[in-house]
């Protein structure tokens, strides 16, 4: 049985895309910068992603990655929300995932971290850019 979940899993995975998980405490904010994404305000964004839910945007949906490939890198600003919610100084960070890959979060409130994949469940060794606003362009 949990051989063909895991077969299962990963086929998940291949067809979803990019995924955000949060296995932590604390709920996060996501929102695509529009490097690989299609249109500006249909990139994928996640308001407020609760400790146990996942959100998801498939690759091969142009408004998700332009390109439609799976190994396509994108970037995204990921926040932690405060205990009054989200501030935009706080915790911010630009970090990328693989388009058909996936982020979990751990962790708690005060003490959180990050993990990344690759589409084929090998780690990923994302970027974080605590300075995307002046990297922005």
Known sequence: MQIHFLIFFAFIQTVLGFCFY????????IIQKPLNAGFYFKRFTVN??????????????????KSKKSDDIAWFVVQRHGDTGPHWDYDTYAMTVPAGGWMEFHGSTQDFYVK???AD?????????????QNDG
């Not at 949060?22 to 904010?29: G, L, P």
């Not at 407020?48 to 990655?65: E, I, R, S």
């Not at 469940?121 to 974080?128: A, H, I, L």
């Open 116 to 118: 990344a994949y690759w």
């Open 48 to 65: 407020n992603l609760k400790p146990g839910d996942n959100a998801c945007c498939n690759f091969q949906n142009t408004d998700c990655v």
């Open 22 to 29: 949060n296995y932590a405490d604390a709920s996060f904010y």
């Open 121 to 133: 469940g090998s780690e990923y060794n994302f970027v974080q850019d605590p300075d995307w606003r």
